[in-house]
């Protein structure tokens, strides 16, 4: 009997959390290669198998491009289910290859296909998966933009949605004591509905962003929680000789639904955190340079026993 006791205690205590995106849209003398950026649910379960890693799926200075970004996300885990658990230190790395065509002037098509490296310190030792996770294929429409030239205010409102694969492995021997979602992908074919509202007066300009990831159960009948983002961006454009520079500023946030396992809550998987957002892109010719990085201000993850220390991305992007 208290075998029985010990295994579903275990089988019931896990944790899962998510990320966030940011974005940015304006015209000066690049905007030729400019886009409207809009945010993508990238996460899945502390981020290991997200394809944005909470940073977006945007560049502010390349209308259509080809590009690599690394993504790192730092957290801490506890080992175990009890109160004296020991903390373990989760760190999730992510090489991505990406890009975004515009077929029409009102409708863009972008895709993302990530590797990832993700290691955790255990008591036992170290431990490390690594491998090709989850492809992502959306599409954007422009429902609403104003004029650019002859106003005051510029607006533009996009909405969208997509679809993540399960090109990514996934274990189900990590559905332990442990964080779930040490995997390289979901397992599941997943479901993104993204809408984006961009407000600019001359070089300062406001984006904000809602997605929400519709998640399916997977083949080992476990099925990762559905997720709402939310955030909002401040940024402002300086033009410096050849060089541009747009410094950002913002907030974000993630709630996310309890996981499942044949179709029963998973208890202790639901969760939100709020982050503040700092980031800076640079352009020239038709490369772009951008660095972002967030930092939690508030959180709720997995009852406590997940903790988000900090996300950090750099890319390089070069206009088609």
């Known amino acids: 009997m208290k075998k029985i006791i010990t295994l579903v205690i275990l089988i019931s205590f896990q944790w899962v959390h998510a990320v966030e995106k940011d974005s940015l849209l304006y015209a000066n003398s690049f905007k ?28 502010m200075f390349n209308n259509s491009f080809v590009g690599v970004r690394y993504v790192y996300q730092s957290y801490t885990s506890k080992e175990g289910i009890f109160k004296d658990s020991p903390w373990i230190d989760e760190n999730f790395n992510s090489i991505q290859i990406w890009s975004r065509i ?4 009102r409708i863009q098509i972008l895709a993302l296909l990530p590797y990832h490296s993700n290691n955790r310190e255990l008591l036992s030792g170290k431990e490390t998966i690594s491998g090709i996770g989850d492809a992502m ?7 609403y933009q104003t004029k650019v030239f002859g106003t005051t205010y510029t607006h533009k409102l996009q909405v969208g949605g997509g679809v993540k694969f399960p090109t990514g492995k996934y274990s189900q021997e990590n559905n332990g004591t442990l964080n779930p979602s040490f995997q390289l992908g979901t397992g599941s074919v997943d479901y993104l509905l993204v809408t984006e509202y961009v407000l600019k007066r001359k ?5 904000t962003f809602m997605n929400y990831t519709f998640k399916t159960e997977n083949s080992a009948y476990y099925q990762f929680g559905n997720q709402f983002n939310y955030g909002s961006t401040l940024f402002y454009l300086w033009e410096l000789n050849a060089l541009s520079v747009v410094p950002q500023v913002g907030v974000s946030g993630e709630v996310y639904a309890s996981n499942k396992q044949f179709q029963q809550d998973v208890l202790g998987t639901k969760g939100d955190v709020f ?6 892109e640079l352009g020239k010719n038709n490369f772009s340079l951008g ?5 939690p201000i508030q959180q709720n993850l997995t009852g ?3 903790k988000s220390n900090y996300r950090f991305s750099v890319n390089l992007n070069y206009s088609l």
């Open 32 to 59: 030729k290669y400019y886009l409207l950026l809009e945010e993508e649910e990238d996460c899945d379960a502390c981020g290991c198998s997200a394809n944005g890693g909470s940073m977006g799926f945007s560049s």
């Open 102 to 105: 515009p077929v029409s002037k």
């Open 137 to 143: 294929l959306m599409g954007m429409y422009s429902a």
């Open 203 to 207: 070089q300062l300009g406001l984006n």
């Open 275 to 280: 982050f503040g957002k700092l980031g800076v």
């Open 291 to 295: 660095v972002n990085t967030m930092l």
């Open 304 to 306: 406590g026993n997940v």
